[in-house]
């Protein structure tokens, strides 16, 4: 009868190398004896070996973002390409990984690899840290014996358009914050500030300037009612978020509306570009036939309208139509781009073109940011100016009054 297999267990251990100098470090291993015995034949006499314990809160696994997936590719591209074999490139990125979480991952792949699966066997079993895209480059990267070059390409890749993410999201972040510190700063004072006001208005006996009575009646409703406004908004929120994640025809409203609005339309636009882009030069360059190519790019663009536009170009591509055509016929695509394309068709240099495209349009990005940036800052601070400034004025009209009158 077949004994079942041992997991592999992390451990802790202290020891001296061979000059006598105390080292001490982690290791992966099925049991103590068999941890001993691998530092033995590293040189290492072990004085100390123990499971590594569990943290007292959680299950110790960090939340794996796209930037830890960036940097473990471009780690393993470097070691393969140094002539690291792949199991052991596995061993040397996910011993004491800091993120406990990619740790496990790692070694998962790594045990699925030694038990003779391919690599992309054995990224598809992790779809929620590597997607279609990433599985189909390493796919072909396999088929054609260029594994290191496509892992460089998916690091690049993976760089860039988390960089575009971030300064997205820098943009965003500024006025979101400023936003929500007004919120509670006006909720105090209308909670807080104004019913004192209310009760010292009160003893005058005189009637109040219509701006100071619109700002206790405001109030008094906030007082009894605070809790229907923070509900109304909060559901609004969350119910807007839960549509878009479940709601095919939300997603295209959204979508289409945000590239409508002012300034942050332009911006998603070019975002939206820039990722077909880079995306569509990547797995071109990777040898990945166009119209298989197509449905991860739409999935890359990040918007619902141009996901749509793409995989209408796919079918017209398979038909026989030209890239250059095709995106033409969506009217989402600049004519540059559309240019750019065609001189790359015709000269077979489409990836080139694309990467050229992906530049521009990530330049262009960073100088959106720029502009939102400034053009936002002067805004946030007219409207803090009018809100706060307007609820401080209206409490003390009445004050300026009494003392006209005296």
């Known amino acids: 009868m077949a004994k079942a297999k041992v997991a592999s267990q992390m451990y802790i ?6 000059a006598g100098k105390r080292v001490k470090g982690e290791i992966s291993g099925q049991s103590e004896a068999l941890v001993r015995a691998i530092l033995r034949r590293q040189k290492i006499n072990p004085t100390k070996v123990k499971k590594k314990p569990k943290p007292l809160f959680g299950s110790g696994k960090s939340k794996i973002e796209t930037k830890d997936i960036c940097v473990w ?5 470097t070691m393969m390409s140094s ?3 792949l199991v052991q490139s596995f061993e040397i990125t996910g011993r004491g990984h800091e993120n406990a979480g990619m740790q496990s991952l790692i070694m998962a792949i790594k045990a699925d690899v030694e038990a003779g699966n391919s690599l992309v066997d054995a990224l598809k079993k992790h779809p929620l840290h590597f997607n279609s895209l990433y599985c189909n480059l390493i796919e072909a990267g396999e088929h054609a014996g260029i594994l290191e070059a496509i892992l460089h390409k998916l690091a690049t890749y993976l760089e860039k358009t ?3 993410k971030s300064k997205i999201k820098s943009a965003l972040f500024y006025p979101a914050a400023v936003i929500v510190a007004a919120v509670i700063v006006v909720t105090i004072l209308m909670i807080f500030v ?9 003893s005058f006996g005189a009637d109040l300037p219509a701006l100071t009575q619109f700002l206790i009646d405001a109030s008094d409703f906030f007082v009894a009612k605070w809790w229907l406004i923070f509900g109304i908004l909060g559901g609004t929120v969350y119910g807007l978020l839960e549509l878009k994640k479940r709601s095919i025809a939300t997603q295209h409203f959204l979508d289409r509306a945000i590239l409508k609005v002012p300034v942050i339309g332009d911006l998603i636009e070019k975002s939206a570009i820039a990722r077909f882009a880079r995306t569509l030069e990547t797995m071109f360059a990777a040898g990945t036939p166009l ?6 790019v739409a999935g890359a663009t990040g918007n ?3 996901y749509e536009a793409t995989m209408k170009m796919k079918d017209e591509i398979a038909t026989g139509t030209q890239l250059q055509a095709s995106m033409r016929d969506t009217n989402l695509f600049p004519n540059m781009v559309v240019q750019m394309v065609a001189i790359g068709e015709e000269s077979g240099a489409i990836d080139t073109m694309l990467g050229k495209v992906a530049d521009w349009y990530e330049q262009e990005v960073d100088d959106a940011v720029e502009a939102l940036t400034s053009l936002l800052e002067p805004m946030i601070m007219a409207f803090l100016g009018v809100v706060i400034g307007g609820i401080v004025v209206g409490m003390y009209l009445p004050i300026f009054k009494m003392g006209a009158v005296v």
């Open 13 to 18: 251990w202290e020891g001296k190398d061979g």
């Open 73 to 77: 590719s471009r780690q393993l591209a």
């Open 291 to 296: 119209v298989e190519a197509m449905s991860s």
């Open 304 to 306: 619902i309208v141009y």
């Open 83 to 85: 002539g690291v074999p």
């Open 194 to 202: 104004i019913p004192q006001f209310s009760e010292l208005f009160g």
């Open 162 to 164: 988390e960089a575009l």
